[in-house]
């Protein structure tokens, strides 16, 4: 039953991460004039990851920082794994 309760979570986890990227290309689409995309910034030591992942806070956020601040002309409705651009 341990084994299940952990399984479970997870994937709650995995199917609303795939909507949001789903998501992400939708208001890409309709909102033209936005820069929409989503980002996973790594494995980050946070309470959520019992402290497990390997970047700091400070790490983690580097990215998502600079996608925020990135030039309007940046491509939108993309996902992102950590600094690189990946299929959804």
Do not use: W
Not at 12 to 20: E, F, L, M, N, Q
Not at 60 to 66: D, L
Not at 70 to 77: A, C, L, V
């Amino acid at each position: 039953m341990g084994g299940r309760l952990l399984y479970l979570p997870v994937s709650a986890y995995k199917v609303s991460k795939a909507t949001v990227n789903a998501y992400t290309r939708i208001i890409a689409r309709k909102h033209t004039s936005f820069q929409v995309n989503s980002v996973h910034p790594g494995v980050v030591k946070t309470e959520m990851t019992c402290y497990t992942g390997n970047l700091t806070a400070e790490e983690g956020a580097r990215f998502p920082v600079m996608l925020a601040l990135s030039p309007e002309d940046t491509r939108s409705g993309l996902f992102f794994n950590e600094m690189n651009v990946s299929s959804f």
